[in-house]
């Protein structure tokens, strides 16, 4: 058998043919020298690192940066950065920016928790009405004892049809109760949809000069001002279809900008009707006019802005704005460009790939652009959020950044790859 010598400290095998001229490694001796050829693929192939698994967005701050560590360092991920020429600082930064960024669509919680504490009151005021089997409510809902509201009605309804289970959801952890809050959601979505519609159909008609009744005034008035949950109103959502108002409740990594909406569509109006001279208002994060925004969207003259609020949503754990998307100014690392396409897949990954690295990188080289590295902690909290950035933020980038570097530094080497050059494909 082989021997081992020693160079410089280090154990290598010594892999002198054998007595018939062949190699360890050598097709002819085939896999008999298995055990050989595992040890020298340990100490001459690089290992081959997979990517991390697990659920980033639920994942505390050392979770994150143990995520990163691990995704950063797979051959995808180094090919981009080595495109990009991001060395290991770079990195340290970058990864400082994504563990501030992702999470679950804060817009679709606050929904469900608005949508259980209408379902415990609307429990309790049944049970005080006489209601103590919750899968028999028949004539609940004209019942004078039973005053609900609107959301309490909604959660009625859906029990009353069968689409919500209000025994489970009053009962005790485990899956049914699960399922029941899920089916709750849901119920919230579709009512606040609803409402939506009818704020859209009576606002239309008032737009269009009719001269609404009283009662009607009044409703429209009052949905005007109806919350979206976590910010804004229907009055900012004003423009969408049905469709697009329903998912920006929708699970997945996304953040409708309300205000940042409702800005740049107004801004179209205003150039629509003619308040405006030349291009008129601007339109997006980068400022567009409302002149080009309508030449690439012409649906807006007829007042469809859905494309607008795709615009106007931070898409992906990397929270890249769609219009930056929408507009072609996202480049990857081989030159093509990031769609919006590309921003709805990566709303709807709960976990960053490669592809969410790159675009992160991207906003850096295109949208702030930001030469050479990426510097320090202050000088980038400024890059990514402009002058006004509180010290907190430069303070986190730097704590985040520590967290990555002790993630990265504890990770176990990856597994080594195939040794395809010395087993031969008939070994492989």
Known sequence: MPTQTRLNGTSRLNTTPYSNGVGPTQPANGRGNSFLQDRLREQTQPGTCAMPGGDYVTMEGDGKAKYLAELFRTPEAQTTFNDRGFNGTDQSQLAAIMQNEGGTNERRRMLGSQYASAARSLSRKLAAGGYTDMARLDGAEQDRRVQLSEEERAVLTAAQSGGLDLAALNGSAGPSKDRASEALTNVGVNH???????????????RNGEKLGTADRSRVTTLARHGLGSSGDFSDARGMSSNRFRSIYDEGQTRFEPSRYARSRDAIERWEAGGERGNGGSVGAGSESASSWVSRHPEARTGNHDALADAETSWGTAQIMGHYAD????????????TMDDMRAAGARRSPNTTDVDMQISYFR?????????????????????????????????????????AR????????????ALDGPQYA
């Open 366 to 406: 295109d949208i702030a652009n930001v030469p050479g590295h990426l510097g320090s902690a202050e000088e980038l909290a400024v890059q990514y959020n402009g002058p006004a950035a509180p010290p907190s933020y430069a303070q986190g980038i730097r704590d985040n950044a520590g967290r990555y570097d002790r």
């Open 192 to 206: 606040q949809t609803a409402l939506y519609d009818e704020y859209s159909a009576l606002e239309a008609r008032q």
């Open 409 to 420: 530094g504890s990770l176990a080497p990856c597994p080594p790859g195939p040794l395809s």
């Open 327 to 338: 507009r072609g100014n996202l480049h990857n690392a081989k030159g093509g460009t990031f």
